[in-house]
C-alpha cells in the first residue's frame, strides 16, 4: 500500500460496524474464504481507492455476529467522516452497516488500544423452534434453569488461565490467561442471553464457555466443578463448543 512519505499526513478514523456474520467466514481476510475484512477493504476502494491500512478490533469465528465491531482506518484521503459512512454503506452488503465514523489520535488502534470487550449468547429456549431465529440463536428445546446457570457462571468471574476454555491454535500462543470482569445468565420469556466481559477472549472461549454451562444444565457437570475445571488448564474437562450462531460481539470498550 501507498501511503505519504510523511506519516504525519496520515488521518486516523475510528468506524464503528455491524454485521450479520452468516455469509462470512469471520473478520479477518482468509484465502477462498469470503470475510468481513474482505466486504469492507473492496467497499472502501470503491471510496478513497487503495492507499489505507485498516486495524479490526477483533477476530470472529465463521457465522459469529457483531452489533458493534470497531475498525481504525489511516489513509491520507480528505473525505470528511459523515461522507465516508454514507458512501461506505452505499457500497457495502446489506449484511454490513457503517453507523459511525469519527477521526481519533494517530496513536489509535482499534485492537491494542480495546479496554474490554462484551460478547452475548442467545439461546431460543422453547420446545419448539422459531424460524425467524435460524442463524442468530441456538435453538435448545430442554428447559434451562437461567439462576441455577447464572450462579454457576460467577467461577468464570476474574483473572484466571483460561486453557480449558481456548481451541488452541497457533493465534493463541503464550499467556492464555484473560480476566472476566461478569458473567451474567438472564431470561427474557424464551429467550435466555449469556453477557460476559473480559479484557480479551482466546479461540472459541465464550463457545466452549457457553457449552460447559450447558453441560451444567444437563447435569453432566456439577456447577462446583467449573472452579477445578478452570484449573486443571486441560480442554478436554470442559463442555464442547457451542454453535456459532448465537454468539455476538456485542461492545467494544476504549
Known sequence: MQYPADERD???????ISYDGRQFHGWQIQQNAFTVQEAFQTALSKVIGDGFDIKGCSRTDSGVHA???????KTAHPIPPERLKAALNRWLPLSVAVS????????????YSCKSKEYIYKIWNSEVRNPFLEGYALHYRYQLDEKLLNKAAQAYVGKHDFTSFCTQDNRDAGDLTRDVKAFSV??????????????????NMVRIMVGTLLRVAQGKIKPEEISSIIAKRDRR???????????YLNKVNY
Open 100 to 111: 459511525d465514523c469519527r477521526e481519533v489520535d494517530p496513536e489509535f488502534h482499534a485492537r
Open 186 to 203: 438472564t431470561r427474557d420469556g424464551c429467550m435466555v442471553t449469556m453477557r460476559v466481559e473480559a479484557d480479551g477472549f482466546l479461540y
Open 237 to 247: 474437562f470442559a463442555g464442547p463448543t457451542a454453535q456459532a450462531c448465537g454468539l
Open 67 to 73: 452489533n458493534m465491531y470497531c475498525v481504525s482506518l
Open 10 to 16: 496520515l488521518r486516523n478514523l475510528l468506524l464503528t
